[in-house]
C-alpha cells in the first residue's frame, strides 16, 4: 500500500527545543531567545526551504518564521515570547524550485552558457506561483513576461535574481509537495523569575524579636528591609498550617514531644485545620494577606511551603477516610521505610479509587493561596506523590495563573527528579549540595546546561536547607560557607539559602549525620538580626553582583575555563543581549591559597585570541589587564573568589 | 478536565532499542542478543515491577519477558530472536504490592517487631489475586489461609517470601494500575549476513581469460573458486544492462565515445531494453541464473547493483515520458551540476503527479531481480532519490522476500546518510575511506556504535570503490593498501573491496583527482588473476581470520585500547556467546616502524588489572604472555598489525 504524499521529498527531524520528542513543553521565560531549529534536506543536491510557524496557544493566526541554514543540513530561527503561557510551533520545510533554477542560472550564466531555456523555465515557475496567488499575480506575470521577453540576458539574470522576486516567491508553495514535522511542539513561557531567583528561607516563629517568643508574620514584616538590603528577592518558609499535636515529634526528632515543643511544620494539620488554614500563633490569614503586600513593596515574594502530608489529627482523616490506606486492625497506615517509622505523618494513597476528588482538592489548596496572593510554592518531598498527579494540577494552575511558580524539594534518584521537571515543576533543587571538585562541578553543569535537560529542568542551588548540613560545610566552616554561596549563586542563576543559619556560619552536626544538630524544625530559634557576619557581607556583595550583571541571569550560558589546577575552577558567562560578560574564578581549597594559570575561552567572549582587555573584580574592585592566559592567586581566609567583569578596550 | 488513569503510579520512559522514538525499526539479526530497556520507576519508594512483551508480527500471542532491574531506573531483559521479520514490543511497568509488602515484612521481622497485623496485610494481598486469577485461585487462598491461621511467625515468613507464591504473584495485576508506554516499538530481524558480509567487487566484462575480449557471465563462473579461496561471501557486479548508446562516454570519462568503448554501466538502458535486460555480450539470463546457483555452490551471494537512472535511449524515455522532467524547448532534462552536464544519464522526477506508478516501476526492477535469486543489491547514489520511495520500496520487498540485504551507496552528508538507514538499508557505505589517523577512526567508530546509529546504520567500510581512490592508498603504496584491508576487515564486521584494483595495488590517480585513471568504469580490463600479490596474501588470511573468529561477526563490540604512540590504534573485540576475544594492533605509519605500550581494558576480557594471559598473533603466529600494560612494535614493510586471539590460562 502507498501512503499519499510520497511526491514530498523534504524530511525534517531533530526539532528542538523538544523534550521526550514532544510529549512535555519545553521551558522559557518571556522576553528570551529561543532558537527553534531541525534537521532539514531533501534528496539529491536541490534548494530547499524551511518554517517555524508559531503561537501563542490562545492566537488563532500562526506566525511563519522563514528558518536559516546553519551548517550540515541544520535549519534554526530565533524568537522571544512575549506572552506568558503556552507557544505551540511546527516545523515545514519544502523543495525550493525558484531558488534552485535561480543558483543554476547563475552559475550557467557565469560559465558563459546559453541560458535562453533557462529563463523560459523560469518565467514558467512564476507563472505557475501567480496562479496560486492571486493577489500578487499581476506582479508576478509581469516578472514573468520581462523574463521571456528581454533580451539582455545580465538584465534577465539581474531581474530574476532580486530581492523582490525572492520575497514573493517564498510565500509560493504548492501545499502538496510540502513536508510538515508530525508533532507540534510546546513551549511553555514563564516569567522571569522563574529562570532568576534569589530566596531565603526563614522560619517565621523564630523571628520574635524577644527570646522565647513564638513569632509572627508580624515580626517577619520587621526582617522584611533587612532581607531586601541583602538582595533576596524571595522569602520562603516552612509550612505555617496548624501543627499536628498526635504523635508530635519534640526536639532532635525526638519521639515524644514535650508539652512545650512547637513540633514539625512538616506535621500538617490539627483540630484547627489543615492545609488551608494558618498555626494561630503566627497570626491570621490578614496578617499574611497583608504581609504578602508588604513584602512585594521591599521586591520581595513570599514562598509558601506545600507538603502534601497529614498529621494523624489532621482533618481529612476523619473527613475522607478513603484518601488513607487503612490497616487490618483499623489503624491508619503512617509514613515508614521499614523498620523506621514515622508515626507523625500520614501519606496520601495515590492509588484509592478516589483519586479523582484528592486531586481535586489537592488542588483547591493551591487555589486558595493563589487567592491569597501566593505565587511561589515549594513543593515538599514531590517525588512521593504520583507524577501524574503534578502534571495535571500544575498545568491546570497555570492555565489560570501563569505567574505560579512551583520548586520541587527532591533529593532523590536522577530519573525521578528529571520527570518532576517533565511534569511542569519550574524549578528543582539539585545534587549541588554535595558537587564539590572541580571535576563534579563541571560534569553537573555541564548534563543539566548540555542536555536536553536544558530544556525542562531549571536548576536552583542551595547550598543547605534545614535538612541538609553537607560535608563541606562541617568541614570548611566560615570558609566554606563562602565559597559554596559564591559558587551556587554565580553558576545558577536561581539559588537559596537556609537563611539565619548560613549566615552565622552554624554548622554543629547531628552526631554523625549530615543535619542540624538542635534542628529549627522542631524548636523554636532567636536569633541576633543584627549581627554582622562576613558571611553575610559576601552574601550582600554577590547578590548585588548578581542583580547588575544580567550574565548571571541565566544558568545556560556558562562555559568553563581551563585551569592549571585542580582546586580554581573558572567560567564565562555572557549574556548576549547586553553584551554582559563575566569571569568568575573560586579557589575550591578553603584552607589554603591556592594558584593557577586560567586559559580564558576567547570566543565566547567576542575576542581574539591575541587580544587584552580589561577584567574588574566586583567583589575586590581591583582591575587587571588580562589575555589569555592569566595568572590567579587565591586566599580563602580573605576572598576565595573573583567575580571579574569584561571591559573590552 | 481530569484524564483517566491518574491512579496508575509507574513512569516509563527512555525505552530501548528506539530510532527517532519508534518511528522506524531499529535493526537487529536472527539470533543476536538483543536488549529491551527502559527507564521504569514509580514515585515513593515501593517495590515496582516492569515487563517486556515481544512478538513477530506474523504471531498473534504476546510473549512477556520480566524485566530486571540494573541501576538508576533502568531495566532491561535481553531476548534472541529467532524468525526473519518484524517483531514488535512493548513495555508495561506496575506498582509491585506484594514484593512491597515482603520487603516490608523482612525488615520488620528481622528487627523484632510484632507482625501479627503485616500478615494478614499479606493475605489479603493473596486474596485479591485469587479473586481476579481463577485458575490459580485455589492454591493462592490456601497460602492465604496458611499466612493468616500459622503462628509461627519464622514459618510464615518463609513462606511469604517463597518463590512459588512469587512466580504466581508477578502475574498478578490489577490492569488498571498498570502503566503502558503508548508506543509500540518495532525491530527489523534480518539474516546473519546483513551483520557480516566480506565483498569483493568485479566488472564481469573484464574477466575473459583472453585480452581485448569481452568478458562473461561465464567467464565470471571460472573466477569463483578464486573468490571463495580469498574468503569473500559476495561478489558484486556494476550494473550488467544494456548501456546507453546515446551520450556515452569514452575513456577516462570523455564525453565523446569512441565506436569501440564500451561505456559506463551505469548509462542505464538502451534500445535493446532497460532495468529488466542483461547487457547481450555478458550473457543470457540463463547463464545469469546460472552463475547465481554456482556461486551459491562455493558459499557466494551475487550482488548486483541498481542504479535508479536512464541513459537518453531508455525504453522508459518515450513509454513513460511523464517520469522525466522535460524542458520548454521540448528536451529531456539530464543530470547537472551547474556549469557540469552528465548527458548520458537522466534522471527520474519523483515530484511527477505519477509518482505511483514510478515507484511500482521501480520496485519491480527489484522484483524481477528476486524472482531470477538476487538477494542482496548495492544501491547507487539513493540518497539522489526520494527518502519517501525507499521506505516504501524496501519495507514492502522485505515483507515478501525478508532475505533480502539492501547496501546504500551514499558518500554524502551525515543526515543524509542517517535517514537512509533509518528508512530501511540494511547496510551503508561510510566515511571510513576517509578517516585515516586514530583519532578519526576512534571517534568515527564511537559515533557508529556508541550512538542511536547503533540501531539503525550498519557500516560496510570500503577502502576503495571504482569512485574513489583516496589519498591515503595513492600516497601509501603497498604498505597503505594492507593497512586500510587490516581496519576495515578488523573494524566493520561488513566491508569490501574494489577487488582486482586493490589486490594488484594499482593507485595511479586520474590528475589531481582521487580517482583511478583509465578507470574500468569507461573500459574493458584484463587481469592476470594467477598472479601472486603480498595484498592478496594478507586478504586471505585476514578473511580466514574473520570466518575464524565470531568477535569479528559484530562492528558494535569494538573497544579501544589506549596507546602512548598516536601511530599506533589498538581494539579490543569480544563475542559474549563464544568467549572468542581478539586484540587488535596497528601501526598506521605505512612508512616507518613504529611501538607503542598499549594498555588493555582488561575487564573487557573478563580479566582483572593484574592478571596474565597469553596472546597468539593470527597473523604471524607468534605468542606472547601479556598483562594490562603490553609493548608493541611493528614494521609496515613486514606486517603493519597484530591481530591477536586472547587465551586466557
Redesign the interface.
Known sequence: M??P?????V?I??VSPSV??GLFPAKAVVNETITLSA?V?G???DEIAASAFIKHKSDTQWTELPMQFMV??HWQITFRAEKLGFYEFRIEGW?DHYTNWK??LK??Y??G?DIA?EL??GA?LLKEAAAAMPAQSKQILQWANQLAQTTNPEENVTLALSDDIAKVMYQYRNPE?VTVYPTTFTIEVERTKAAYSTWYELFPRSTASEPGKHGTFKDVAKLLPRVAKMGFDTLYFPPIHPIGEKNRKGRNNSLTAGPEDPGSPWAIGNRLGGHKAIHPELGTLEDFKALIVEAEQHGIEIAMDIAYQCAPDHPYVKSNPQWFIW???GTVQYA????KKYEDIL?FN????D??NL??ELKSVIDYWVDAGIRVFRIDNP???????WQ?MIGEVRVKTPEVIFLAEAFT????ME?LGKAGFNQSYTYFTWRNTKQELEEYMTELTKTEMRYFYRPNFWPNTPDILPPALIKGGENAHITRLILAATLSSSYGLYGPVYEFGINAPHGAKEEYVDNEKYEIKHWDWSAYTRIGEVITRVNRIRKQNPALHSTWNVEFAETTNDQIISYVKTDEDTGNSLIVVVNLDVFNTQSAQVKIPMPKLGLDYADTYVVRDLLSGSKYTWGEFNFVELNPYQMPAHIFKVEKQ
Chains 1, 2 share one sequence.
Open positions: 502507498i501512503q504524499g510520497g511526491n514530498r521529498r524530511i527531524t531533530n521526550e520528542g534537521d534536506f534528496d539529491g543536491h550540515n543540513d523543495e543558483k543554476g552559475k550557467k557565469a560559465a552558457q531555456v523560459q523555465i514558467n509537495l490497616r487490618p486492625d515508614e521505610n521499614p523498620p501519606p495515590f492509588e484509592t479509587d483519586w479523582e486531586w481535586k517525588h512521593t506523590k504520583a507524577f501524574r498527579f495535571w534518584r536522577p530519573r525521578v520527570r
